[in-house]
C-alpha cells in the first residue's frame, strides 16, 4: 500500500514456497523465462511477466488467468533502471510482497572479437549485466525491508568455463556468476536467499535464432574443457579452429522481431 506517497509493508515473516507468493520473471514471454513463469502460476504463484514483448506476455499471462491463475504482464526493457524500479514498485503496491525476483533476460553475440563494435560490447553488458544489476538494486531492499524473499539469476554454463565462440557472451555471465556468489554471502546473513542458475544448451528462441558458435568449427576437430588444479581449460586441438572464427561477424541473437530478451 502507499502511505505519504511511500511504500508500506506489512509484516511478513517468510517466503512462501509457492502459494501465494509473487514473483517478477524478467523475459517471461519466452525461453527459460516463459517456462518459470507458467510453472510458477501451476502452483499458485502470482506471476509478473516483465518482458520487451509486451504482446507476447499479455497473451501468456491471459492463458494463465484463464485457467485461473494470477498474472500481469508489463513491458519492460531491462537495461532501463527506472523502469525497473517501477515494475517493483508496482508490484509492491498492489500485492503487498515480492517472494521471488528472477533477473532471467539476456542477449547472444557471438564472432570474432575483433569485428565487434563498442556498441556491441555496450549492448550486451546493458542487459546481461545491468540488467541484472538493476533487478537486484531494485528488489533487493525490499526483500530486507518486508525480511524475506530470492532473488534467482540466470547466467549459463558459458559463466563457467572458457567459451571461444561465444567471448562476450561467457564475459558478462561469468559477471552474473560473481555477482550471485558474493551477493549470496552477504544476503544469507540477512536472510535473503540467492541463487544463480547456469543451464547448458536449452531450446529457446534465442538458442534457435542464433548460430551455434562451436558450429563454425570443422566437424572433424574437438574441443574439451575440463578442470585441472581448480582451473577450467580449454583445449583447442587445431589452430584452424580461430580462421573460421575470426572471419565470423559478431551475430545478435534475440526472439523474433528483434527486441525481444530471453536468456
Known amino acids: 500500500m502507499l502511505i505519504n506517497g ?25 525461453g527459460i523465462g516463459q517456462a518459470i513463469t507458467e510453472e510458477l502460476a501451476k502452483k499458485g504463484c502470482e506471476v509478473v511477466l516483465a518482458d520487451l514483448q509486451f504482446e507476447l506476455a499479455e497473451e501468456i499471462a491471459a492463458g ?25 514498485r508496482d508490484t509492491i503496491v498492489r500485492t503487498g510482497r515480492l517472494d ?33 544489476i538493476h533487478g537486484v538494486h531494485a528488489a533487493y531492499p525490499v ?9 534467482v539469476n540466470t547466467s549459463s554454463i558459458a559463466g563457467l568455463i572458457p567459451s571461444a565462440g561465444e567471448v562476450s557472451y561467457a564475459m558478462t555471465k561469468h559477471a552474473v556468476v560473481g555477482l550471485s556468489k558474493s551477493l549470496r554471502a552477504q ?30 568449427f570443422p566437424s572433424n576437430y574437438a574441443v574439451r574443457c575440463w578442470r585441472k588444479s581448480g582451473r577450467c581449460l580449454s583445449i583447442f586441438l587445431q589452430k584452424k579452429f580461430w580462421m573460421p572464427l575470426l572471419k565470423t561477424a559478431p551475430l545478435l541473437s534475440s526472439p523474433p522481431g528483434g527486441n525481444g530478451y530471453g536468456a
Open 100 to 132: 521471488y525476483m528472477f533477473n532471467n533476460a539476456g542477449i547472444f553475440i557471438n564472432g570474432g572479437v575483433h569485428l565487434f563494435s563498442i556498441a556491441d560490447w555496450e549492448h550486451i553488458v546493458n542487459v546481461n549485466i545491468r540488467g541484472v
Open 64 to 88: 494463465i488467468r484463464a485457467a485461473g491463475g494470477k498474472a500481469t504482464a508489463v513491458k519492460l526493457d531491462v537495461a532501463d533502471h527506472p523502469a525497473m524500479e517501477q515494475v517493483v
Open 143 to 151: 526483500m530486507l525491508m518486508q525480511g524475506f524473499g530470492h532473488i
Open 6 to 30: 511511500k511504500i508500506s509493508m506489512e509484516a511478513k515473516k517468510e517466503i512462501r514456497i509457492y502459494d501465494g507468493a509473487t514473483a517478477i520473471i524478467t523475459s517471461g514471454a519466452s
Open 187 to 216: 544476503a544469507g546473513l540477512l536472510g535473503i536467499r540467492v541463487s544463480v542458475l547456469c543451464p547448458g544448451i536449452i531450446r529457446t528462441p534465442m538458442a534457435e535464432n542464433s548460430a551455434n558458435p562451436m558450429s563454425i
